[in-house]
């Protein structure tokens, strides 16, 4: 059994977003996301990939599609295939998301 402690895996870095990958398969990935305040992951899409965002803390501004809605701890949104998404840290605290996605588009 491969067992992760999420908060342990954590990394921050002034100068980016940092993805710390937690599993991987060809059907999925599982990334922590740690943004600083300020921080951005830019609006995108996907064409084929669903993408969930879980907040474990901090708070959040988050695009799904045409919508934008600021996001707490335990609030989960998700990001269809060819919906534009992405997540700004627009508060004073570090934000970490739990963050899922599949199919895994990066798997060899």
């Known amino acids: 059994?491969?067992?992760?402690?999420?908060?342990?895996v954590a990394e921050f870095s002034d100068e980016k977003m940092r993805k710390v990958n937690l599993f991987e398969t060809k059907n999925f990935?599982?990334?922590?996301?740690?943004?600083?305040?300020?921080?951005?992951?830019?609006?995108h899409a996907h064409e084929e990939e669903d993408k969930i965002y879980y907040v474990l803390t901090g708070?959040?501004?988050?695009?799904?599609?045409?919508?934008?809605r600021e996001l707490g701890e335990r609030q989960i949104v998700m990001a269809p295939a060819r919906a534009?998404?992405?997540?700004?840290?627009d508060g004073d605290r570090r934000l970490i998301l739990l963050v899922f996605m599949t199919p895994n588009p990066n798997f060899k």
Not at 84 to 89: D, L, R
């Open 84 to 89: 534009p998404h992405g997540v700004k840290n």
């Open 59 to 68: 708070r959040g501004s988050f695009v799904v599609g045409d919508e934008k």
């Open 29 to 43: 990935f599982c990334d922590v996301y740690c943004l600083e305040p300020g921080q951005e992951q830019k609006v």
């Open 1 to 8: 059994m491969d067992v992760k402690d999420v908060f342990a």
